[in-house]
């Protein structure tokens, strides 16, 4: 069964740290770039980050560099976002998203999502 | 950043309803463009991909449709269970923005 399981999801006050990760299973995960996404209560989808299938290549959000950063572990089959000087509009639902594979170069969706980690940033 | 502008942001139709979400890209983004459907507190699904390509296993009355700047979902015959939000999500350039959203409701 495809599929994505993230954790690590808490509450957090601000200016701390948390790591989320993200275990695929029934799937080579090693062949797929992979992202994160974030929507706070109520509100719509942000893009976090994302990370080549090799890990060679991220990128991240304005909201988040220099603060987030987006690893994997191809032996491990897992994704992670180290979160760092946590702030308050931070707090929002996390998912981990499997970018679609086509043979031709390019990001053309994201097939696959976890349930999503439920961050809150609060003192 | 590219920004995603949809409309409406929500709308009220009845089962059976042809439905049009429309999309519209602050620069030309090509097809580089995806739909999702989100149930409430469910992760989104993808539904097209590259502007107009169904995604495997979705219903065929979804469809996209659209290039450069102006985008389409339509759903030909709105069933009970398409009552969600849709998003659409640009892949051109960082960062892969999202649309603000479209609510669809039951008249």
């Known amino acids: 069964q495809v599929q994505l399981v993230e954790s690590g999801g808490g509450v957090v006050q601000p200016g701390r740290s948390l790591r989320l990760s993200c275990v695929a299973s029934?799937?080579?995960?090693?062949?797929?770039?992979f992202h994160w996404v974030r929507q706070a209560p109520g509100k719509g989808l942000e893009w976090v980050a994302l990370?080549?299938?090799?890990?060679?290549?991220?990128s991240s959000a304005d909201s988040v560099k220099g603060r987030f950063t987006i690893s994997r572990d191809n032996s491990k089959n897992t994704l992670s976002l180290q979160m760092n000087s946590l702030r308050a509009d931070d707090t929002s639902i996390y998912y981990c998203?499997?970018?679609?594979?086509?043979?031709?170069?390019?990001?053309?969706?994201?097939?696959?999502w976890g349930l999503g980690a439920m961050v809150t940033v609060s003192s | 950043a590219i920004q995603l502008t949809q409309s409406p942001s929500s709308l009220s139709a009845s089962v059976g309803d042809r439905v049009t979400i429309t999309c519209r890209a602050s620069q030309g983004i090509s097809t580089a463009l995806a739909w999702y459907q989100q149930k409430p507190g469910k992760a989104p699904n993808l539904l097209i991909y590259d502007a107009s390509s169904l995604e495997s296993g979705v219903p065929s009355r979804f469809s996209g449709s659209g290039s450069g700047t102006d985008f389409t979902l339509t759903i030909s015959s709105l069933q009970p269970e398409d009552f969600a939000t849709f998003y659409c999500?640009?892949?051109?350039?960082?960062?892969?923005?999202f649309g603000g959203g479209t609510k669809v409701e039951i008249k």
């Open positions: 990370i080549s299938y090799d890990g060679s290549h991220t």
């Open positions: 999500q640009q892949f051109n350039d960082y960062p892969f923005t």
């Open positions: 998203a499997r970018e679609k594979q086509m043979p031709m170069i390019g990001t053309f969706g994201f097939d696959i």
């Open positions: 029934g799937f080579t995960f090693s062949n797929y770039a």
